[in-house]
């Protein structure tokens, strides 16, 4: 069954999320998302999955052109940005194309970036084909590629005119990759859906197996949150941060680790235990919750205790991640799972703690 979640932004830019299985494929499935022009930015792994689909889908385009990026985080620059201007100017798209990202997270934060600026802002269709991007980076408009100096240093808000959300694409997807992904599924469960969390527990063994209804309803339920709370803050001014539980000490464990020997979710899960770990220390969730959530990740199998991370490097890094305003550290604190709230001013010997203790 087929589902439709609305990302309700002010005036014409709200846009549906199309959730289902077996979607790409559909002829004409764009053409309500589309003019004229596309180009498709994707790489070749994922481009030998699914490019034959989504051309199916593109029926109603005269002028499709595709580019291919590099796979991985570390094609996600500004030279990779530049190349697929290059291919939009080369191939002389103009304001009516349509930029189709069809990947994972950094197909999708590069290939958005590049619809952001392309002639100050064409239109974006978001068809994201790992779990990461299912649930998280095609949703809520951060586009974005790295600086040698951060992560996501340079980028745009810029919404989507669609999300396609067809959770047939896991089924080739990595067994890591999918872990990883999972990791951002537990954290809607943590941050504002306790039902859901509870939910999780209770059919992880049928989502690790794949199980398309399972799928379906853990993405779903992801986006309907997500979906919400972009809504409620769109530019991140307030409320969006609550997206950032165990991000700001997440961030940190890649930037330690160089990104590459971790992945994003990985990294998320290790953060996720460290800031469970803070909100016991500073008395905002009791010792229970602490552990099903440990349980939880351990569960989905994202083990963190293996990480061999350096106390002083990691409170470092933590101090140059975008969440620090006016040289305060704040951080988003579980209060009982299904609900989260910000922590400004927490004291150094609390977060030493939680990172001795959440590994
Ligand atoms: P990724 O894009 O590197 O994809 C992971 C790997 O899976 C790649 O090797 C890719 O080629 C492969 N792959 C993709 N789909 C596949 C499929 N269906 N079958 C087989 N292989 C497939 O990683 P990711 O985890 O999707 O994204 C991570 C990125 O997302 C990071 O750069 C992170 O900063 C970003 N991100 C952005 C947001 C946002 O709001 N914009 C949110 C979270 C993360
Ligand atoms: N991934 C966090 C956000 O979209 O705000």
Redesign the pocket.
Known sequence: MNHRIEVALAGERSYPIMLGKGLLGTPNLLEPYTRNQALVVT?A??SG??LDQVRRSLTSVDHLDVVEIG???RF?TLDTYAAVLDALVDNRHNRTTTVVAL???????VA?FAAATYQRGVGLVQI??????LV?????????V?HPAG??LIGAFYQPHAVIADVG??????ER?FR??FA?VIKYGIIADQPFFDWLESHIDEILDRDPACLIHAVRRSCEIKARVVADDEREQGRRMILNFGHTFGHAIEAVTGYEPI???EAVAAGMVMAMDLSVRLGRSDDRDRHRVHRLIERSGLVTEALDIDEDALLDAMGMDKKVMDGRLRLIVCDGIGSVSVASDVPEQALRWAITHGR
Do not use: C, I, Q
Request: glycine fraction near 20%; avoid cysteine.
């Open positions: 790489n792994a994922v999955l699914f796979d991985g985080e996600k990947g994972g997270g950094v197909v999708g934060d958005g994201p084909t790992t779990l990461l991007a998280d980076s095609s949703v809520g408009g951060k586009t974005a790295n992560k996501n694409v896991l089924a080739t997807l990595p990759e990883a992904g951002e992945l994003h979710g």
